[in-house]
């Protein structure tokens, strides 16, 4: 079943200089593994297409059931530098809640 | 047990956090995190025209205010409010409450050794970039080594009620009262990095109470009387963190998580002066109403260096707004930045970046955002960047006359031109740890 990723999890989003992170927070600790096949490194790449310049990485903290990914010059230059309203990708975490993740029913 | 409370988040935080701390219950420590990355920058610039500014100017009041309230109820404050200046602030302090006892810590501020360090042969490449330190020479407006807790606890044993530092660690903040009352050692490396990870939970004050938190956000209750955090801390480094139950908002486990990974780079590498914690031991659990037991934490030896914060000029910029209305708003909005573009092209001006965003359409989420044919209206927005003054000036008078010879239906243009702003950019560099010495001193 395919259900958008707000249906299990929640996240916050923030910066550091021209790079975004954004953490991922399964609400059940069960999801966990859901979360770390389906949200991958290589999917937020393509799923945020030319928000992102560089690269995306992808750690594990399975004790908070958690993904943390880092988004390279995601932000204009960053800081005072970048001309973008969301200069400090706060809002990023949200445009995640919509990535369609496939659970079992 | 100690209590340590956080009342403001950056400078800018609401100035009613922090008196509402030690009115609301009882507090051992109180924490104010001003400084942001730019925030040393504007600081510079204040005292290179009035020397006796450069620190955070809410801070002095705001101890006048609660000056009182601090004695009778044996609260001291740790803030990193001197920024540049921290001992005109310690003075400007000690004029509004010259009852109180004030410590501070000296020696973050490199800015006079900037040239020195160049010559021993540290690069101070941009961690970011790689670019040598040599490339921005000209341009640096200060430069600021993070300091650790050590420091601050060495201030906090002079008996002192209020102790100011300029470039500390935000979590530095709050780690040292468990330094200094726990006689935690330099080499406690668990220990610190439960301190730490403390400090970081609540550095941004309010996001682990409920403010900025996904979770039911609807129903956080009295939203408008959130309480600011504190952490109940013990001497082995497990800790609880709670709010005052008389304050609004929420403490729990899913909250502390979405802060926790506020702001993280590589979870098991996260690098302090005082140690390198490592976020994947945290254990955490919800123990009671707005009660979050955070235990388990374990950390390693700190680096053989210090990271520097360095401000440099980097050009103007400016951004512009006008709004469309129904019908075809964002069509008229992205015909007007056509026009400007073209202006902006025909004058021969030179920019290094022109970038334009249409509000109400996908300024915020890009290509993810979802596609709404003919809103109602759409802010069409556009910044420009630059070396030369005059070129971002130029741009400023391009925008508004498009209300009279551009697409139909422009307005929200109420405050005219936009303004040019100087940008001051953040570089950050390393050197030696044994570069920085600090000291403390007492006035009063």
């Not at chain 2, 080499?187 to 039911?216: F, M, P, R, S, Y």
Request: proline share 6%; with cysteine; glycine share 10%.
């Amino acid at each position: 079943m395919k259900v958008p990723l707000s249906a299990i999890a929640h996240t916050r989003s923030g910066d550091k200089g021209d790079t975004s992170n954004i953490g991922v927070i399964a609400y059940d600790a069960r999801h966990y593994p859901v979360l770390v096949r389906e949200v991958t490194a290589d999917r937020l790449k393509a799923y945020f297409g030319e928000l992102v310049k560089g690269k995306v990485e992808r750690f594990e903290l399975p004790n908070l059931g958690a993904l943390n990914f880092l988004l390279h010059e995601a932000l204009g230059g960053g800081g005072t530098v970048s001309l973008r309203v969301d200069a400090q990708g706060k809002t990023f975490g949200a445009a995640l809640l919509r990535l369609e993740i496939e659970i079992s029913e | 047990m100690i209590r340590i409370a956080n009342g403001q988040g950056f400078w800018g935080d609401w100035l009613e956090a922090p008196v509402r701390l030690i009115e609301q219950g009882p507090i051992d420590y109180l924490c104010l995190d001003y400084l942001a990355e730019v925030t040393m920058s504007i600081l510079q610039k204040q005292k290179q025209t009035e020397p006796h500014l450069g620190y955070a100017r809410d801070f002095p009041p705001l101890i006048g205010r609660i000056a009182k309230q601090m004695l009778d109820r044996n609260v001291r404050v740790i803030a990193n409010a001197g920024g540049v200046n921290p001992v005109a602030c310690a003075e400007a302090v000690r004029k509004l409450a010259p009852e109180l006892k004030v410590a501070v810590v000296l020696g973050d501020d490199v800015f006079a050794r900037v040239d020195e360090f160049l010559a021993k042969g540290y690069s101070m490449a941009d961690m970011d970039t790689g670019q040598p330190l040599s490339t921005i020479r000209d341009r640096i407006l200060s430069a600021n080594a993070y300091i650790g807790a050590f420091p601050l606890a060495e201030a906090l044993a002079t008996g002192a009620h209020v102790v100011i530092a300029g470039r500390s660690t935000d979590t530095a903040l709050a780690l040292a009262p468990m330094v200094h009352r726990f006689g935690w050692s330099d080499t406690d490396w668990n220990k610190l990095a439960a301190g730490t990870i403390a400090g970081h939970i609540i550095e941004c004050g309010a996001q682990c109470t409920g403010g900025n938190c996904q979770v039911d956000w609807q129903h956080i209750p009295k939203m408008a009387e959130i309480g600011y955090p504190i952490v109940e801390a013990e001497p082995d480094g497990s800790f609880v963190v709670t709010k005052h139950p008389v304050a609004g908002g929420r403490v729990h486990a899913d909250i502390v998580k979405e802060q926790l990974l506020y702001e993280l780079g590589d979870p098991k590498n996260y690098i302090t002066p005082d140690c390198v914690a490592d976020f994947t031991t945290i254990q955490i659990a919800d123990v009671g109403p707005d009660r979050v037991r955070v235990s388990g934490i374990e950390g390693r030896e700190r680096p053989a260096t210090l990271k520097l914060s360095i401000s440099y000029e980097n050009g103007w910029k400016s951004i512009g707004t006008l709004v469309y209305s129904w019908p075809q708003a964002f069509e008229k909005a992205q015909a007007a930045d056509k026009i400007v573009r073209g202006r902006l092209c025909k004058l021969g001006l030179e920019f290094e970046e022109i970038y334009t965003e249409f509000l109400g359409v996908n300024a915020c989420h890009g290509p993810v955002a979802q596609p709404c044919p003919d809103p109602p209206e759409v802010q069409l927005r556009i910044g420009v960047r630059g070396q030369d003054r005059r070129a971002v000036d130029r741009f400023t008078r391009e925008l508004i006359p498009l209300v009279l010879n551009g697409p139909p239906g422009a307005t929200g243009f109420g405050d005219g031109r936009p303004p040019v702003r100087e940008i001051v950019a953040y570089w950050s560099a390393l050197v030696p740890r044994e570069e920085i010495r600090t000291t403390v001193e007492v006035l009063g």
